[in-house]
């Protein structure tokens, strides 16, 4: 019984904190993507991360956000436990031609990013005026 109590000590350190080996693992960040006439627009959940550790890029039609959540604990404490294990999200996407990704647009509030990216002038609906005569 007590070698099984040391292997349960053993396995329980493992998964407190200790390093495991998963330092690239990120979280995929839930998104909901709205469209209308003028653009698209993104909202990210990734609470805890601050636009500190917050890393957004548009490279041609690719968009990627990345975030790190930054838990600070108090002086003199260390965490014994964590249901969280990886405090990095990541997530890409590949957007059409018919956005314009020089003028995106971020915002961070309470842990939600909220992205906003226009159609090309091009490809927005425009109204054609009819003539009579």
């Keep these: 019984m007590a070698a099984e109590g040391r292997d349960m000590a053993k396995r329980e350190s493992t998964a407190v904190g200790a390093p495991t080996g998963r330092e690239d693992f990120f979280l995929t960040p839930p ?31 690719n968009l990627t956000i990345e975030g790190e959540a930054v838990i600070d604990l108090p002086a003199g404490t260390e965490a014994l436990y964590a249901d969280l294990q990886a405090t990095k999200y990541r997530r890409s996407f590949l957007l059409s031609g018919e956005m314009e990704t020089d003028r995106i647009e971020a915002n961070l509030k309470d842990g939600v990013l909220m992205l906003r990216i226009p159609k090309r002038a091009e490809y927005k609906p425009r109204k054609i005026e009819v003539r009579t005569g």
């Design 31 to 61: 998104v909901d993507i709205f469209e209308d006439a003028e653009g698209i627009t993104v909202h990210a959940e990734m609470p805890g991360v601050s636009k500190d550790h917050l890393n957004i890029r548009a490279d041609r039609n």
